[in-house]
């Protein structure tokens, strides 16, 4: 019976991602020009694998027994804190897409016009989206009692440590020492104590 609350909160967290908070930043990059593209094939097959394993697999397991043999046991109190870290890691992006707004992109771009943000949540983090993507990858094997759950984590983490540092360069090439100053005074995702 847990289980089942815990596949709900799950798709509903999902759902409310998809269509309120990647959606509408999704169409608005459609719309967008990029002006300097860092994007490579490695970039997009990461790209892709994390789709797989943050999306898909989880909803295969939701609604299909295929992966049911890789089903584990948590106590309950276990789900209801990866319910809390959700909660937390889908008001992180909620907020990090909206501060962004059309200076958001799901590639390592600049866009026409793009401006570095460093209000909001940004004044803490330069990276929200990534610190809520973090949050998530520790909620999901919280919330979906099967193995695939820690796919998430596994290849997360890669695409942290390949991708931050090359969108970090580009920003530096682009917004130069208004960029390098803000590098000093936030944290990567996590808030700086002292600035």
Do not use: C
Request: net charge positive; hydrophobic share 50%.
């Amino acid at each position: 019976m847990a289980g089942n609350t815990f596949k709900i909160i799950f798709l509903v967290g999902l759902t409310a991602y998809l269509f309120g908070i990647y959606g509408p930043s999704a169409q608005r990059y459609k719309r967008s020009k990029v002006t300097a593209s860092r994007t490579r094939v490695f970039d997009a097959t990461l790209d892709i694998s994390m789709f797989l394993v943050w999306q898909v697999l989880p909803l295969i397991y939701v609604f299909a027994p295929w992966l049911d043999a890789a089903n584990y046991v948590r106590p309950v109190w276990a789900g209801w804190i990866g319910a809390a870290i959700f909660a937390a890691a889908l008001f992180l992006l909620w907020r990090a897409y909206a501060d962004l707004g059309r200076n958001w992109s799901p590639k390592i771009d600049v866009l026409a016009g793009q401006k570095l943000v460093t209000d909001g949540i940004y004044r803490w983090i330069r990276h929200p989206i990534y610190a809520g993507i973090w949050l998530w990858s520790i909620a999901q094997p919280l919330l979906i009692h099967n193995w695939i759950a820690l796919g998430m984590l596994v290849l997360f983490l890669p695409l942290y440590l390949i991708r931050v540092p090359r969108e970090e360069r580009m920003m530096l090439e682009h917004f130069g020492e208004e960029y390098r100053l803000y590098m000093n005074r936030t944290g990567r995702v996590i808030p700086r104590l002292s600035r």
